[in-house]
């Protein structure tokens, strides 16, 4: 009997695991914006909705068991809907405060790369008059900061129209929604910032599902399709603002010194033993290797050395050559860097030149930063002793000094 039973017992298993789990679908509002959200119109009114977005949010909850229904509104209307708590969610869209009242907002789903579309060659006046499409997120920053609108349009062709018509002097937008327009020769454009646009989960959602919002954040990364990547112009301004800074900190420590004079360790077994006491305590209080890292006269020295940098110096770590933390800016995550693009890159495949990482974002400080790295050579030897990375803030790396005062500055009274 009770090997029929266990039988049986074996075969509802087999079976409820090959059964197909009923997706929960999600119903989600988004705002035409090409690439990012591309509406198709259907026969009959109907319409389908895809891009860059809307495919990072569809594959992320079908990773965590459910499915995005995805339909395209104007931004003001799908405000409102969220508002009254039809909908489930809303997205893409910039962090508010006052959306952050009325729903959640998870990680960023996208990142937009805003820059200041200008005639080329013409003369800018004291006031530009600036141009923004209704209801989409430049417009809701301009207003935010306390901007004037000189005009407010449906499309962003239609701020290129206006624009070669000067009949506005400049159009914020999205770099990659600039290149899908028509009729954009003979213009220049400036970096503004970068902008990371959220998923908006309304407040009844995530109270009937509260592991939502984590388990959707742990999927964006493996769904997300380049969007936080460098172009080519972007990673050649980010590699000359490191190598200057290199220069800089190599005048103030002689690195090979620091690595020699570092904590020293005598195996891999003991780097990784050491590597999860560090973990544990991190980032609220110091191991005891931790602690001695941050000790060091070269950790001193790292500190002092980003805090000359302002904001632009993000974090800085040198290792040796097994990938050993033996110095350090401040407490990172672990002790081990061995396992990490910005070691590998130069330790097993051997690469003398600079490492750029992609961008990532860092939701504790809301900041998007690169990390940039170098290896540590010592004349007379191959193998680097070690690598110095170097966490740079992207959007300041990539500023320079540009400025944009009308925009950037202090919000008009």
Same mark, same amino acid.
């Given at each position: 009997m009770?090997?029929i039973?266990?039988?049986v017992?074996?075969?509802?298993?087999?079976?409820?695991?090959a059964?197909?789990?009923?997706?929960?679908?999600?119903n989600?509002l988004?705002?035409?914006?090409?690439p990012?959200?591309?509406?198709?119109?259907?026969?009959e009114?109907?319409?389908t909705?895809?891009?860059?977005?809307?495919?990072?949010?569809?594959?992320a909850?079908?990773r965590?068991g459910? &499915?995005?229904s995805v339909k395209?509104v104007?931004?003001?209307?799908?405000i409102?809907?969220?508002r009254?708590?039809?909908?489930?969610?809303?997205?893409?869209?910039?962090?508010?405060?006052?959306?952050?009242?009325?729903a959640?907002?998870?990680?960023p789903?996208?990142?937009?790369?805003w820059?200041?579309v200008?005639?080329?060659? +013409?003369?800018?006046?004291?006031?530009?008059?600036?141009?923004a499409v209704?209801?989409?997120?430049?417009e809701?920053?301009?207003?935010?900061n306390?901007k004037a609108?000189y005009l407010?349009v449906?499309?962003?062709?239609?701020?290129?129209?206006?624009?070669?018509?000067?009949?506005?002097?400049?159009?914020?937008?999205?770099?990659?929604?600039?290149?899908?327009l028509?009729?954009?020769?003979d213009?220049?454009?400036?970096?503004?910032?970068?902008?990371?646009?959220?998923?908006?989960?309304?407040?009844p959602?995530?109270?009937k599902?509260p592991?939502?919002i984590?388990?959707f954040?742990?999927?964006i990364?493996g769904c997300?399709?380049?969007?936080?990547?460098?172009?080519a112009?972007?990673?050649a301004?980010?590699?000359?603002r490191?190598?200057?800074?290199?220069?800089s900190?190599?005048?103030?420590?002689?690195?090979?010194?620091?690595?020699?004079?570092g904590?020293?360790?005598?195996s891999?077994?003991?780097?990784?033993n050491?590597?999860a006491?560090?973990?544990?305590?991190a980032?609220?209080t110091h191991s005891?290797m931790a602690?001695?890292?941050?000790?060091t006269?070269?950790? &001193?020295?790292l500190r002092?050395?980003?805090e000359?940098?302002?904001?632009l110096v993000?974090?800085v770590?040198?290792? *040796?050559?097994i990938?050993?933390?033996?110095?350090m800016?401040?407490?990172?995550?672990d002790?081990w860097?061995?396992?990490?693009?910005?070691?590998?890159?130069?330790?097993?495949t051997?690469?003398? *030149?600079l490492?750029?990482?992609?961008?990532r974002?860092?939701?504790?400080?809301?900041?998007?930063?690169?990390?940039?790295?170098l290896?540590?050579?010592?004349?007379?030897?191959?193998?680097p002793v070690g690598v110095?990375?170097i966490?740079? +803030?992207a959007?300041?790396?990539?500023?320079g000094?540009q400025?944009v005062p009308?925009l950037?500055?202090?919000p008009?009274p």
């Amino acid at each position: 009997m009770e090997q029929i039973r266990a039988t049986v017992l074996a075969a509802l298993a087999a079976f409820m695991l090959a059964a197909p789990i009923k997706a929960d679908v999600i119903n989600l509002l988004t705002f035409p914006a090409p690439p990012y959200q591309i509406v198709d119109e259907l026969s009959e009114g109907q319409s389908t909705v895809h891009g860059l977005t809307v495919n990072t949010v569809r594959c992320a909850t079908q990773r965590i068991g459910m &499915t995005a229904s995805v339909k395209a509104v104007p931004p003001r209307r799908a405000i409102e809907f969220l508002r009254n708590n039809t909908i489930d969610g809303y997205f893409a869209v910039d962090p508010s405060t006052s959306l952050d009242l009325i729903a959640t907002r998870t990680d960023p789903i996208s990142l937009e790369k805003w820059y200041l579309v200008s005639r080329s060659g +013409d003369a800018l006046p004291n006031t530009p008059r600036i141009g923004a499409v209704s209801g989409s997120n430049e417009e809701a920053w301009l207003l935010a900061n306390g901007k004037a609108i000189y005009l407010t349009v449906r499309t962003s062709q239609q701020l290129i129209n206006l624009l070669k018509r000067k009949r506005i002097d400049h159009a914020l937008m999205d770099r990659r929604v600039l290149h899908s327009l028509d009729n954009t020769q003979d213009l220049t454009i400036e970096f503004l910032r970068y902008v990371p646009l959220h998923l908006y989960m309304s407040l009844p959602f995530v109270s009937k599902h509260p592991a939502f919002i984590r388990r959707f954040n742990e999927q964006i990364a493996g769904c997300i399709n380049g969007t936080f990547m460098l172009d080519a112009a972007e990673s050649a301004q980010i590699r000359g603002r490191a190598y200057d800074l290199f220069q800089s900190l190599e005048k103030r420590i002689s690195l090979p010194d620091a690595i020699a004079e570092g904590p020293q360790t005598s195996s891999l077994a003991e780097i990784l033993n050491l590597d999860a006491q560090w973990q544990v305590l991190a980032p609220d209080t110091h191991s005891n290797m931790a602690r001695r890292v941050a000790e060091t006269p070269a950790s &001193t020295v790292l500190r002092n050395w980003q805090e000359e940098q302002g904001s632009l110096v993000t974090e800085v770590m040198l290792t *040796n050559s097994i990938g050993a933390l033996v110095a350090m800016s401040q407490l990172t995550s672990d002790f081990w860097q061995g396992d990490e693009p910005k070691f590998e890159s130069h330790i097993r495949t051997e690469t003398r *030149n600079l490492y750029v990482s992609p961008i990532r974002y860092d939701a504790s400080t809301g900041r998007f930063q690169v990390t940039v790295s170098l290896p540590i050579l010592v004349k007379g030897r191959w193998i680097p002793v070690g690598v110095l990375a170097i966490g740079l +803030d992207a959007e300041k790396a990539l500023t320079g000094e540009q400025h944009v005062p009308h925009l950037t500055g202090a919000p008009s009274p």
